[in-house]
């Protein structure tokens, strides 16, 4: 069975630094999918950035990058001039396909706090 | 376009109770999903359904049950209510179920709490 393991359950960072969460996964699929979502203080939650397995390059938006390790199936998220706005539980999640649909797998967060 | 709306907000009931919880997925959406959020455990997922059909489930008793409608909006409930349900209950549309995959997009949640 695939598991999705996040070791940080909270971190903190000062405002403007860089700060990298981590998340380690286990399956034996080579095609699958992960995600990072953001779970803002009662708010939604929102997608911040996906990786394809299959995909070498490392997934990036804005100020959010990923370290895709797929032979060590890590799959860190480095958020660099940290705002205020980041604060957040932060989730890492894999996806894979199975029969007719997609199946996703959370792990069980990192809750983040900037500091100003 | 509108979002993913959950209604209630906000339950509290008490053991033995039902519930029912409501999802409208965003316009054009068939797939949603439901999940449960506890602390310390995360999200786990309780079932998908896509045209009205139940696609994938979770691994939960079968109090949990759900249905989707003709417009894609969908329902659970959860019969006899204990403790541990207490929970953020999310719902997640995508517009598509099976081909290439398509982002997941999450509502506000249900706050249920079992007294």
């Known amino acids: 069975a695939q598991t999705v393991t996040q070791s940080q359950p909270e971190m903190s960072v000062q405002e403007a630094e860089t700060v990298t969460l981590s998340c380690t996964y286990d399956t034996s699929e080579n095609n699958y999918y992960l995600f990072w979502y953001k779970q803002p203080p009662s708010r939604q939650m929102i997608l911040v950035i996906r990786q394809e397995a299959y995909k070498q390059q490392n997934a990036t938006e804005n100020r959010f990058s990923v370290n895709f390790q797929k032979a060590a199936k890590s799959f860190s998220l480095k958020i660099s001039d940290s705002q205020l706005g980041d604060t957040a539980m932060y989730f890492c999640a894999f996806m894979k396909q199975v029969p007719g649909t997609y199946k996703y797998i959370f792990g069980t967060g990192t809750r983040l706090k900037v500091l100003a | 376009k509108a979002g993913v709306t959950q209604t209630p907000r906000y339950l509290i009931k008490t053991r033995g109770q039902q519930v029912t919880l409501s999802c409208s997925p965003i316009s054009g959406h068939r797939s949603v999903s439901w999940y449960q959020q506890t602390p310390g455990q995360g999200l786990q997922f309780l079932f998908e359904?896509?045209?009205?059909?139940?696609?994938n489930k979770g691994n939960f008793p079968g109090r949990f049950s759900g249905r989707q409608f003709s417009n894609s909006r969908s329902e659970m409930n959860v019969s006899t209510l204990e403790l541990g349900d207490s929970a953020l209950y999310l719902c997640?549309?995508?517009?598509?179920?099976?081909?290439?995959?398509?982002?997941?997009?999450f509502g506000p949640g249900t706050r249920l709490t079992v007294l």
């Open positions: 997640a549309s995508r517009q598509t179920s099976g081909g290439p995959p398509d982002t997941q997009y």
């Open positions: 359904y896509f045209s009205e059909t139940q696609r």
